[in-house]
């Protein structure tokens, strides 16, 4: 069964920094390299939004991260990682990687849903 995990939110104070992780798990190696992933953030009452992501070295960003969040890739692992430094409070939100085999599905960039997600890791930037 395929699985992403999520790790690493927390309570920062506005500034900080913090590292989230999606694990993956499921795949063969040989699968994995396949798949393209995103994170997306979800804040109260608002809706989903695509974060930043990662294929095979191509990497996005969306334009209010960048510069502040760096995208990551540990394939040994099958692990990518989301640096983010800089934190504000409007960065508040439930973080989600999800991964898919087309980079515009896992970018966040067509209105289909990448095929598999993570259960979310709560990121709190204190003013």
């Known amino acids: 069964e395929v699985q992403l995990a999520e790790s690493g939110g927390g309570l920062v104070q506005n500034g900080g920094s913090l590292r989230l992780s999606c694990a993956a798990s499921g795949f063969t190696y040989d699968d994995y390299a396949d798949y393209a992933v995103g994170w997306f953030r979800q804040a109260p009452g608002k809706e989903r939004e695509r974060v930043s992501c990662f294929f095979s070295g191509s990497i996005d960003y969306v334009d209010s991260v960048k510069g502040r969040f760096t995208i990551s890739s540990d394939y040994a692992k099958k692990t990518v990682y989301l640096q983010m430094n800089s934190l504000k409070p409007e960065d508040t939100a439930v973080y989600y990687c999800?991964?898919?085999?087309?980079?515009?599905?896992?970018?966040?960039?067509?209105?289909?849903?990448?095929?598999?997600w993570g259960q979310g890791t709560q990121v709190t930037v204190a003013s």
């Open positions: 999800a991964a898919d085999h087309l980079w515009a599905i896992a970018c966040g960039k067509s209105k289909m849903s990448p095929t598999y």
